[in-house]
């Protein structure tokens, strides 16, 4: 129930619809974001909207999509998505497709559908893994060529790998998967960016591989306000199996701690104090509580 914005109009949940031979079902080439309403004093607050829209238009352009709306229109549709459904919280997904105007590769003749979805969404990799922390697997799946070389957009074809990924690491018994580059170092969880503690210095992979997330962005700022030092390096697996705490941001995931990964314990095995810090002030940020 509820609506969707749906090229430019709300439309019943039900209604948005669309036909069998659109092109992304069939080929996977479109664009998405992943975006989270927070519950604030004020009503809903969308987080960091600008910097999705534009991540979402920055990813269309990579793919050479064009988008048929301005970035304020779909900030409007976003803001009206929340509030036509009445939530108090959401996560939203503004997703870009291909139309059904033709078959084959060519795309350059195709419509640009936009739709903006907006739910209630609870934490991404379950509430009590907030506090207790998520067993990880290293993924037998790399970050490949297309994933690599388009890593600045958040394309439906990136997630091919990701899903492989996270199948893998279900099917093994654990909540998430840590995929490696294909040099072998970390990049990064299926739809997460990947952080280490190590006395007291914070580590997060560079860009070359991983996503350019907007949640990697705050939390690297918010360590630096508390003065807790954050560097961007290459990360060997084993440096995560001796850290003393790891975690994963997103906008889904917010702020999950790891517990373990390939079965060996991270630091004493549960949330690290660090992770604890930044995770309570990220949730003061994205509730409104906090300055930044
Ligand atoms: N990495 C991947 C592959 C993702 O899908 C996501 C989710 O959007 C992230 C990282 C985290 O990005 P953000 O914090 O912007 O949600």
Redesign the pocket.
Known sequence: DGLIWYDGEMVPWREAKTHVLTHTLHYGMGVF???RAYQTERGPAIF?LE??TR?LFRSAHILGMTIPYTPDELNAAQVAAVRDNGLKSAYLRPMCFLGAEGMGLRADNLKVHVIVAAWEWGAYLGAENMERGIRVKTSSYSRHHV?VTM?KA?ANG??MN?MMALQEALACGCDEALLLDTEGYVA??????FFLVSDGVIYTPELTS?????????IMTLADECGIPVREKRITRDEVYAADEAFF?????EVTPIRQLDGRSIGHGGRGPITEKLQTLYFDVVKGRHPK
């Not at 990064?188 to 960016?193: D, L, Y």
């Not at 941001?249 to 995931?253: E, L, V």
């Open positions: 974001e992943g975006v960091r910097d999705h991540r994933n890593c958040k990136n997630y990701s990064e969880g299926s739809g997460e960016n991983a996503l350019d997330g907007i949640t990697r962005r705050t941001t997103g906008t889904a995931a």
